[in-house]
């Protein structure tokens, strides 16, 4: 199923490399944290199916709002995801949930699962070397927002 969903977000993004290269390196930075985590199955096709999805809502954002902003991408992702997973027969508690962390992968309080929290650190490890993150910068994330052992020791690793 992960397949026919990355082909759709292809697919979605076509003509935008820099955008699919994106999710591709988000899903899979989370799906490595969450297999060396060790998270349950339901809990990794959950993080897996939002990791691809997790950017779904910039074009409507950038389209509505003129701005990919973190808090429009929180808005506008979760109908498109929705559509989307529905059309791919996904069941309703999944995309309930993916719905749920693509509207909060911008917000840092209040991480309330461990697919929530590997989808942060996935999308910070991809976001920190995309912008060239100064050195403060990383060490600042690495304090605020990483938990996982895994993820942890990719921050340290990679950077």
Not at 61 to 84: D, F, L, V
């Given at each position: 199923?992960?397949?026919?969903?990355?082909?759709?977000?292809?697919?979605?993004?076509?003509?935008?490399?820099?955008?699919?290269?994106?999710?591709?390196?988000?899903?899979?930075?989370?799906?490595?944290?969450?297999?060396?985590?060790?998270?349950?199955?339901?809990?990794?096709?959950?993080?897996?199916?939002?990791?691809?999805?997790?950017?779904?809502?910039?074009?409507?954002?950038?389209?509505?709002?003129?701005?990919?902003?973190?808090?429009?991408?929180?808005?506008?992702?979760?109908?498109?995801?929705?559509?989307?997973?529905?059309?791919?027969?996904?069941?309703?508690?999944?995309?309930?949930?993916?719905?749920?962390?693509?509207?909060?992968?911008?917000?840092?309080?209040?991480?309330?699962?461990?697919?929530?929290?590997?989808?942060?650190?996935?999308?910070?490890?991809?976001?920190?070397?995309?912008?060239?993150?100064?050195?403060?910068?990383?060490?600042?994330?690495?304090?605020?927002i990483f938990r996982t052992e895994t993820g942890?020791?990719?921050?340290?690793?990679?950077?």
């Amino acid at each position: 199923m992960i397949g026919k969903l990355i082909c759709a977000m292809i697919d979605y993004n076509a003509g935008d490399p820099r955008r699919i290269q994106h999710f591709l390196k988000v899903y899979a930075y989370a799906k490595t944290i969450g297999e060396e985590e060790g998270i349950s199955s339901k809990e990794q096709e959950i993080l897996e199916t939002a990791a691809v999805t997790h950017d779904i809502g910039i074009r409507n954002s950038e389209k509505k709002y003129h701005s990919s902003s973190g808090k429009y991408q929180e808005i506008e992702g979760p109908p498109e995801a929705r559509k989307m997973l529905e059309e791919l027969g996904y069941e309703e508690d999944l995309i309930e949930r993916v719905c749920y962390l693509i509207g909060h992968h911008h917000t840092y309080k209040e991480i309330d699962g461990i697919d929530y929290q590997i989808l942060v650190e996935a999308d910070f490890l991809v976001n920190l070397a995309e912008e060239e993150a100064e050195e403060e910068t990383i060490n600042n994330v690495k304090e605020r927002i990483f938990r996982t052992e895994t993820g942890k020791f990719m921050i340290e690793k990679i950077f």
